[in-house]
């Protein structure tokens, strides 16, 4: 049975870091696409950043280019999420999810399958 399950949120200032990590367990990890998707409170789902199983060229959202790095490894099943220079409008509950086919040109929320239970991210003083 696949299982997705993020770890790492929590308070922080703004300006600070904090990284979120994503374990996966039940298929072939190496051959998926992990994603990172948020959703504030009002607000749609929205997708932040995608890793391919080969790690290269990930995509990100314009809103967190520069600031948020991806990256994964294949032998520990996890993929990770380092986030500096974290803003208010960061505020969300973080989730990870796989698509099979690794990802897709844009960050669709429905064009990945399987999900974890999310982690609260909150930046303020």
């Known amino acids: 049975q696949l299982q997705l399950v993020e770890s790492g949120g929590g308070l922080v200032q703004p300006g600070g870091s904090l990284r979120l990590s994503c374990a996966v367990s039940?298929?072939?990890?190496?051959?998926?696409?992990i994603g990172w998707f948020r959703q504030a409170p009002g607000k749609e789902r929205e997708g932040v950043s995608c890793i391919s199983s080969s790690g290269r060229s990930p995509n990100y959202a314009n809103s967190v280019k520069g600031r948020f790095t991806i990256s994964r490894d294949n032998a520990k099943n996890t993929v990770n999420l380092q986030m500096n220079g974290l803003k208010p409008e960061d505020t969300a509950v973080y989730y990870c999810?796989?698509?099979?086919?690794?990802?897709?040109?844009?960050?669709?929320?429905?064009?990945?399958?399987?999900w974890g239970q999310g982690t609260q991210v909150t930046v303020s003083s």
């Open positions: 039940g298929f072939t990890f190496g051959w998926s696409g």
């Open positions: 999810a796989a698509r099979i086919t690794g990802c897709p040109p844009w960050l669709d929320p429905g064009a990945f399958g399987s």
